[in-house]
């Protein structure tokens, strides 16, 4: 794609790593028949080749406005465009740095500001989250039916059994969202990874990843909490941690670019580079180590998996949870149209809530067309919004691989 980039943007940094993205672009509209949104409204610039287009004028100064970011908003940033792009065009990175820009430039109504400032308030900070969804508990029968809906069930109380001091030891990214509404999931890892003789370690100062703040134009704060978490993470390296597990695919795809995003930073680019090398989401890790030998799944027992997009097109870990589940002894049904979006897309389902809707009803109608027993996913804001809309109990993949451990222990 030619460009001309316009003296504003030309000579930063934002601005030189947009224009090779977008010069990488050939116009051949292979993303839109994989883009959610466009198979949804039919509009080309609510497809990804629409937005790049979008961009390209913003940086070009030609004439952006409300328009524009509403088309830039509706973008789930589910990155199915990057897996069928013949050209490799880094669409994600494209779009947060368009988002970015135009944050700056045209104004938001009161209403959205006062919104988003406060998911960027509140979603990171997992004590500011929990006594928010206490009072909304509390409150519950105050609360509109949709609303209502959106509030996670109290999680129980979890374990990850005695914590043993075993020769190796891995890094676990505890979380924000996940710690307080989907505990069970990083106590599952723990279980799991204990049974292969690794050791989860939390680093008590890390915390959110950043990718809040990061997709919601607001790169310098997502900046300060990857600080944080390297720094809460490198006394650990350097005495032999081996790796950084990540249980929630979306924080995997942000400390995997880490490197990346902070490649600038003078004073955190080589330690964010090595950061990244680092990051494993817990299927890569137990793909290469195997399976515990004692997990013994219920036989048949029929499952459907929901990857989630930034397992499958973040991460590019395409039927690997899957092929573990199935060593594991569950039988996984088919999914119709398993590349799509189930709509949830971080803080996508408060903003844009009648497009998630959409987007869940038709997920869940695939999910559900036979009838599992489970169903799975390997994200946390996945997994919260699947279950708003279904009674079919909606767990993290790595719950069933401990449940199985658990059948194989002894009573006592």
């Known amino acids: 794609m030619q460009t001309r980039i316009g003296a504003r943007y030309r000579n930063t940094a934002q601005g030189r790593e947009a224009d090779a993205i977008l010069r990488a672009c050939v116009h051949c509209g292979f993303c839109t028949a994989t883009c959610p949104t466009y198979q949804l409204l039919g509009d080309e610039r609510d497809s990804p080749r629409g937005r790049i287009y979008l961009i390209k004028q913003l940086l070009e100064e030609q004439p952006v406005g409300r328009s524009t970011q509403q088309h830039l908003d509706r973008c789930l940033t589910c990155r199915a465009c990057e897996t069928t792009c013949p050209s490799g065009v880094r669409y994600g990175r494209l779009i947060d740095i368009g988002r970015e820009l135009l944050e700056r430039h045209v104004p938001r109504p009161l209403g959205e500001r006062l919104k988003r400032a406060l998911l960027r308030r509140i979603i990171p900070h997992p004590a500011r989250l929990e006594r928010l969804l206490k009072l909304g508990r509390i ?169 989630p997009c930034t397992l499958q097109h973040g991460q590019k870990l395409v039927g690997v949870v899957e092929n573990l589940l199935r060593e594991a002894g569950f039988e996984l049904l088919p999914v119709a149209d398993a590349h799509l979006c189930c709509g949830s897309a971080g803080t996508y389902s408060l903003l844009q809530p009648e497009l998630s809707q959409r987007l869940l009803q038709n997920k869940l109608g695939e999910l559900e067309k036979q009838q599992p027993v489970i169903i799975a996913t390997a994200n946390v804001g996945c997994q919260l919004h699947l279950a708003t809309g279904t009674g079919t109990p909606v767990q993290h993949w790595l719950e069933l691989l401990a449940q199985a451990l658990d059948r194989d222990r002894p009573s006592i």
């Open 139 to 307: 409150c519950a029968p105050l609360l509109p039916p949709a609303l209502r809906r959106k509030l996670p069930a109290k999680p129980a109380q979890t374990s990850a059994g005695p914590i043993r001091k075993l020769p190796r030891r891995m890094l676990l990214l505890a979380g924000c969202a996940q710690r307080v509404a989907t505990p069970a999931t990083n106590a599952a890892a723990r279980r799991v990874f204990q049974a292969l003789g690794i050791q989860l370690v939390e680093a008590r100062e890390a915390g959110c990843c950043g990718a809040v703040s990061q997709h919601l134009a607001a790169p310098q704060e997502a900046a300060d909490f990857m600080r944080r978490n390297i720094d809460a993470w490198w006394p650990h390296i350097q005495q032999g941690a081996e790796a950084i597990v990540v249980t929630a695919s979306g924080c995997g795809v942000q400390v995997k670019e880490y490197g990346e995003l902070l490649q600038n930073d003078p004073a955190y680019g080589e330690k964010a580079r090595r950061i990244s090398e680092l990051a494993r989401d817990a299927a890569e890790v137990l793909r290469d180590e195997g399976l515990p030998a004692n997990i013994t799944g219920p036989a048949r027992e029929k499952i459907a998996f929901h990857s």
